[in-house]
C-alpha cells in the first residue's frame, strides 16, 4: 500500500478509538461506571458493535485507555508548569504543587470513587506516580541549593510529604481550600 493509504487509515483508526474513548468517558460520567454498557458506546461514537469490538474488548479497556490520555495529559500540564520561564526554584516548586493540587481537586471531583478503584491498579498509574516524584525531588533539589527548602529532612521523604499532602487536594470543599493546602504543604517545606 502506498504510504499515504497507510497514514489515512491509521488516522481513521486513531479517529474512531477516540471517539470510542471519548463516548464512554461521557456515558460513565453522565450514568455512573456499572450503567454503562458496550451496545450504549457503539451508538453513542456512532460507529457499530462489531467495529467496537474490533477496538476494545471490554468497557474496562476503553476506560483504560481513557486514564492513560488523562495521566499523560496531566503530567504533561506539569510539566509545562515547571519549565515556565522566570522565577526562582522556590516560585517554580510552588506552582508545580500548586498545579498538582488542583489536578486532584478536579480529578476526584469529577469522578466517583468506583472509577477510580478501577482505572488506578494499573502499572500506567505506577510508572506515572514514578515520574512525579521525579519532577518534585528535582524541584526540590533546586529549591535547597537555592537554600529556599529545608535540609534537616531528605529529599525522598520531602517527595512523599508532598504528594500525599496534596492528594489530600481531591477531599478539599472549595478551591480556597486547596490554596490554604498548599500554602500548608510549602510552609512545611520552607528552610525559615
Known amino acids: 500500500m502506498p504510504k499515504l493509504w497507510n497514514e489515512t487509515i ?8 477516540h471517539a470510542i474513548v471519548e463516548a464512554t468517558a461521557e456515558l460513565v460520567n453522565e450514568h455512573g461506571l456499572m450503567s454503562v ?17 474490533k477496538y476494545f474488548p471490554d468497557i474496562e479497556s476503553i476506560l483504560s485507555a481513557w ?17 515556565q520561564s522566570g522565577g526562582s526554584a522556590w516560585e517554580r516548586l510552588a506552582r508545580v504543587l500548586e498545579g498538582f ?3 486532584s481537586y478536579e480529578s476526584r471531583r469529577r469522578h466517583d470513587g468506583e472509577l477510580a478503584a478501577l482505572l488506578h491498579r494499573d502499572q ?3 510508572d506515572a506516580e514514578g515520574e512525579l516524584r521525579t519532577m518534585i ?12 527548602v529545608r535540609t534537616d529532612v531528605g529529599l525522598d521523604e520531602l517527595t512523599v510529604f508532598c504528594l500525599h499532602s496534596l ?15 498548599v500554602k500548608v504543604t510549602l510552609s512545611g517545606l520552607s528552610q525559615s
Open 101 to 103: 493540587a488542583f489536578i
Open 167 to 181: 492528594a489530600a487536594a481531591g477531599s478539599m470543599p472549595s478551591k480556597a481550600a486547596v490554596h490554604r493546602l
Open 10 to 17: 491509521e488516522a481513521h483508526r486513531q479517529d474512531v478509538r
Open 37 to 53: 454498557t458496550m451496545s450504549q458506546i457503539a451508538e453513542h461514537s456512532g460507529i457499530g458493535r462489531a467495529t467496537l469490538y
Open 124 to 126: 500506567q498509574v505506577s
Open 67 to 83: 486514564h492513560h490520555q488523562q495521566i499523560a495529559h496531566h503530567l504533561g500540564q506539569l510539566g509545562e508548569i515547571r519549565d
Open 137 to 148: 525531588k528535582g524541584l526540590l533539589a533546586d529549591a535547597t541549593l537555592t537554600g529556599e
